[in-house]
């Protein structure tokens, strides 16, 4: 490290060791650094915006969440879309695991809107909804256990 003072009148080396020193005294705990961005569980609804204006869609009117063009969006009991602003993640995390279940990386359902279970192919489970999508909603094998204990429970 350079040794010539600045205007200051310190070196750098001695500049570097009195900042070493204040960062040092400060402990900080991870969790006063950072802030919580996931809601709390089992909210009531979900914020979305469409056509310039919020809505709150109250989670009882959700069909299901699914992610279409990388994008997510919720699709309601009465076919209305909407696009929302977290991922499907971050919805699984604060949604109560009693009504929904993420099926596979597409798709996290609403347990009223569940029609009917087919069994498929390679121990795969075919979700059936009272909407209809656009793709198959397939359960995986090492979830459908999971799944039906679900149902079962729900």
């Not at 909210?43 to 063009?69: G, Q, W």
């Not at 919720?74 to 929302?84: I, N, S």
């Amino acid at each position: 490290m350079e040794t010539q003072p600045n205007d200051a009148g310190f070196t750098v080396a001695q500049k570097t060791n009195r900042h070493e020193n204040i960062f040092q005294k400060q402990h900080y705990k991870p969790d006063e650094l950072v802030t919580p961005t996931t809601p709390i569980p089992g909210r009531r609804s979900v914020l979305v915006f469409k056509e310039n204006k919020y809505l709150a869609v109250p989670v009882e009117n959700i069909a299901f969440f699914c992610v279409k063009h990388a994008s997510p969006y919720l699709v309601c009991m009465d076919r209305r879309e909407y696009p929302v602003n977290h991922s499907l993640d971050q919805l699984q995390n604060f949604l109560t695991g009693k009504q929904f279940f993420r099926v596979n990386r597409q798709y996290l359902i609403n347990f009223s809107a569940v029609k009917e279970v087919e069994h498929y192919f390679a121990r795969k489970l075919l979700v059936n909804l009272i909407i209809a999508t656009s793709d198959k909603l397939l359960v995986p094998k090492d979830k459908a256990r999971l799944f039906m204990q679900w149902l079962e429970n729900g």
